[in-house]
């Protein structure tokens, strides 16, 4: 059965160091998602993206995070200068994009465990 | 802010059904309810949704009343691995495709 992958599983990184977290959506998936869970939290909405630009974004998605499809198969989410408050699992996920609502159906990655020190 | 509230916490005998309540009193006509699990900090995993019938697959059956403002999810046969944050979610809206999560139903199944 297909599904999202993310890496890595875990990162520790030095505050104010930067960051990309790798995913791998679905091969026919169109749409991808970077979603947040900090310890105790909720899972948080980040960042959606469709056709090679961000469709929609969140508050927490400020000018520090970047997203970027480089190369047919990986979704990246980029962290500029990381502060203690991005520590956090990182989710992926992915769609497929069709005319029916039952294809909007997301996946979920495995995550990755960012620690900022 | 999630458009659904559940209980924070249910039990549940192993080998018995496992019935999680859902309230979407504003869910819109064009909303689907869509059930998720996290089991410890792994990613959401997918259950089922469903608009408007009854669903059932291989994890879960779907029942959504008639009005659409509450739905249960049943899993029939709850095992010790079922134990986990079950999130209800009303969604996607419009053109936004984002999930919203509340804070679910950790459901804890007993030996």
């Known amino acids: 059965e297909p599904e999202v992958t993310q890496t890595p599983s875990h990162q520790v990184t030095q505050m104010g160091q930067e960051v990309i977290l790798r995913c791998v959506p679905i091969?026919?998936?169109?749409?991808f998602y970077w979603y947040r869970q900090i310890l105790g939290q909720k899972v948080e909405f980040l960042v959606s993206?469709?056709?090679?630009?961000?469709?929609?974004k969140s508050e927490i998605f400020d000018d520090q995070f970047s997203v970027e499809r480089p190369d047919g198969s990986n979704f990246t989410l980029k962290i500029r200068s990381t502060k203690l408050e991005d520590s956090a699992m990182y989710f992926c996920?992915?769609?497929?994009?069709?005319?029916?609502?039952?294809?909007?159906?997301?996946?979920f990655g495995p995550g990755t465990r960012l620690l900022v020190l | 802010d999630a458009k659904t509230t559940q209980p924070p916490s249910m039990d549940c005998a192993e080998g018995r059904a496992a019935n999680l309540p859902c309230n979407h009193s504003?869910?819109?006509?064009?909303?689907?309810v869509y059930w998720y699990r996290q089991i410890h900090s792994q990613g959401p995993q997918y259950i089922i949704h469903?608009?408007?019938n009854n669903e059932t697959n291989e994890m879960a059956s779907l029942i959504i009343t008639e009005d659409r403002k509450s739905s249960t999810l049943i899993l029939p046969h709850a095992t010790l691995r079922d134990t986990a944050v079950y999130y209800c979610?009303?969604?996607?809206?419009?053109?936004?495709?984002?999930?919203?999560f509340g804070s679910g139903t950790q459901l804890t199944v007993l030996p």
């Open positions: 996920a992915s769609s497929e994009l069709g005319q029916a609502k039952y294809q909007e159906t997301q996946y």
């Open positions: 091969s026919n998936h169109l749409y």
């Open positions: 993206f469709y056709n090679n630009e961000i469709s929609e």
């Open positions: 504003t869910i819109s006509g064009n909303e689907y």
């Open positions: 469903g608009l408007k």
């Open positions: 979610i009303v969604g996607p809206s419009g053109s936004a495709r984002q999930l919203t």
